[in-house]
């Protein structure tokens, strides 16, 4: 058999592998699209590909002498490799690591906090052997290295029930205070996608120079209904609340 033959033979296995490594992993992720299938497709690629690239280097005179004294010297390149490497083992490490404790699954939103700074904040896509695929909101995609991850404070709004959040609104001293708040309360508990019941009462937070902010909590299933929840309450709040001639201050100059 012909080197060029061979050399084919070899190419056409390892893309032809990867590709059925592919296909089997995309149709188990449609039916469980977690982050442990994620890492292991990213290992298994890596180790079929060191298999076809040893078994194609044994297939040539030149190459079989040095793959052999290669194997037989396996305690030395360790031992470079893991000097050389360590922070790449380390990401390795790490990646098996999240695979088995899953703090987080592809399409979960996340922040990562290191220290006081936020090192990233979106939506997992994918997990390499190597890092992390985080989209953030504004549409770019952060890669985070699964050493970063391993050891960082991940924030997991999936593992919330239900979530809570806070609603503030500020109305003028001389409007009616008891009116204010029934009507606001009312507005949460109508919303379609709100938890809210009569027991979720408003409150005066406190005074500010301009009028008086009340609070109350808005409680939704997940966190894309408490972003279109807020949205839609505080429109409706400006709208009833001038309905009931009741004044959100804001700041005017006067010129004489």
Avoid at 222 to 249: H, Y
Wanted: proline share 1%.
């Amino acid at each position: 058999m012909s080197n060029l033959l061979k050399i084919g033979i070899f190419i056409v296995t390892e893309i032809l592998t990867n590709r059925v490594v592919d296909l089997v992993f995309r149709f188990m992720t449609r039916k469980h699209n977690s982050v442990h299938l994620r890492f292991t497709k990213s290992v298994i690629n890596v180790v079929l590909n060191v298999i076809i690239v040893y078994s194609f280097l044994q297939q040539f005179e030149v190459t079989r002498d040095i793959s052999k004294a290669l194997l037989q010297s396996g305690s030395l390149m360790v031992a470079i490799a893991t000097f050389a490497a360590q922070q790449a083992l380390a990401n390795v490490i790490s990646g098996i690591s999240l695979s088995m404790s899953r703090p987080y699954n592809v399409d979960e939103k996340i922040r990562v906090v290191q220290g006081s700074s936020v090192i990233a904040e979106g939506i997992v896509k994918d997990i390499t052997i190597r890092h992390t695929i985080i989209r953030q909101f504004n549409g770019e995609c952060c890669i985070v290295p699964n050493s970063v991850m391993d050891t960082a404070v991940i924030t997991n709004t999936n593992f919330i029930e239900n979530v809570g959040n806070f609603m503030e609104i500020e109305i003028s001293y001389d409007s009616d205070i008891d009116k204010a708040m029934d009507e606001m309360q009312k507005i949460c508990i109508e919303h379609e996608l709100t938890l809210n019941t009569v027991e979720n009462k408003v409150f005066i937070k406190t005074y500010t120079s301009n009028g008086i902010i009340l609070k109350t909590t808005v409680w939704t299933k997940n966190l894309d209904d408490s972003f279109q929840a807020c949205s839609d309450i505080r429109a409706a709040l400006v709208k009833r609340f001038r309905e009931n001639g009741i004044t959100i201050p804001y700041q005017t100059v006067t010129i004489s």
